[in-house]
């Protein structure tokens, strides 16, 4: 990618920039003129294009821009071609960012007490998570699925629509990521929180399909982790109601899985949220606590500057938040 920058322009990448965008741009809202000619436009594909590439083999610090940014593919303004040179060059200045593939499974059992609620009186019943007859016989280490997820509303101005962003992990290593706008307009969090809690769960539920088909033994329980609190509690428990109507599909999907005790839902601080990165345009310093752990930064080794323990993943990332303590957030 970067090689072919330099064919395009003639020079390298700037390499001063630490976010892929601006933190709270909208690039929806330049007024620039259009980029002419198609010779342009197709840099400007070509670039959004190997961003994505990017994006499929783990850099998926930049996904929520290249989202943004490919809903300008058709007809570029100079300000967006400029956005998209600005998102090489921080690829270009954090190259050195690779996934930490960690196999270790975490320990999640404090989390668990919310897979002792019953169930059996909602409307839900004793509704069971529906496993595969066919699949093979379970072999080797036990893998724990856990999701982070979260919605920005309103993330683009002049449609309204917010973006729904989630990311999974298999034990300590991030294995898939999404970011993309939600098909309608929401009018409050609360209800775009629901459609990316629907769309994380949905992912749930195939990704625990896949590894049972694999053959990979699963825990019993995947974890959910969200940072708006009205929206967690609505789904984590039987007595909650829906005052919104318009989001009742969203809101018995999700409930009615967690109702099978093979999904819990837990509120995380938003600065804890790894998903809030997948929703927002952000600023580096706000994000480094959280991407550090993740990708591996290449520094002076010899004084280990950096702790590449299997363990240092766990004080960022595994909540450390007691479920008891939820109630004070």
């Given at each position: 990618m970067i090689e072919g920058f330099e064919r395009m322009f003639g020079t390298k990448p700037n390499t001063k920039y630490t976010s892929p965008l601006e933190s709270g741009d909208h690039p929806e809202l330049d007024t620039l003129e259009f980029i002419k000619g198609e010779g342009e436009i197709q840099i400007y594909q070509s670039l959004i294009g190997s961003m994505?590439?990017?994006?499929s083999i783990g850099r998926w610090d930049c996904q929520t821009a290249v989202m943004t940014m490919s809903s300008f593919r058709a007809q570029p303004r100079k300000g967006h071609m400029e956005r998209a040179k600005r998102m090489v060059g921080y690829?270009?200045?954090f190259k050195h960012f690779n996934l930490k593939f960690r196999v270790d499974e975490p320990d999640l059992s404090r989390f668990d007490t919310k897979t002792k609620i019953d169930w059996s009186k909602s409307v839900y019943g004793n509704h069971k998570e529906e496993i595969p007859k066919d699949d093979p016989k379970p072999l080797g280490k036990r893998v724990t699925l856990?999701?982070?997820?979260?919605?920005?509303?309103?993330?683009d101005v002049l449609s309204g629509k917010a973006v729904t962003g989630c990311i999974h992990f298999a034990n300590k290593t991030p294995i898939a990521s999404f970011s993309k706008k939600q098909a309608t307009s929401e009018t409050a969090t609360y209800g775009s929180e629901f459609i990316a809690g629907r769309t994380v769960i949905e992912q749930a539920v195939d990704l625990r399909t896949t590894f049972r088909y694999l053959?990979?033994?699963?825990?019993?329980?995947?974890?959910?982790?969200?940072?708006?609190?009205?929206?967690?509690n609505s789904s984590s428990y039987p007595y909650a109601k829906l005052h919104k109507r318009h989001n009742i599909l969203s809101y018995h999907y999700v409930r009615s899985m967690i109702a099978t005790r093979a999904f819990v839902m837990h509120h995380v601080k938003s600065s804890d949220n790894l998903a809030d990165i997948l929703?927002?345009?952000w600023g580096h310093r706000s994000v480094y606590d959280l991407l550090?752990?993740?990708?591996?930064?290449?520094?002076?080794?010899?004084?280990?500057?950096?702790d590449d323990s299997p363990d240092c993943?766990?004080?960022?990332?595994?909540?450390?938040?007691?479920?008891?303590?939820e109630d004070k957030l």
């Open positions: 994505q590439w990017a994006i690829l270009a200045n856990f999701h982070y997820f979260d919605a920005n509303l309103m993330h053959g990979v033994p699963i825990n019993n329980v995947s974890y959910v982790f969200g940072d708006n609190k009205s929206m967690v929703t927002k345009h550090r752990p993740l990708f591996h930064h290449v520094g002076n080794t010899a004084k280990l500057f950096y993943w766990d004080d960022h990332f595994v909540p450390f938040l007691d479920p008891e303590q």
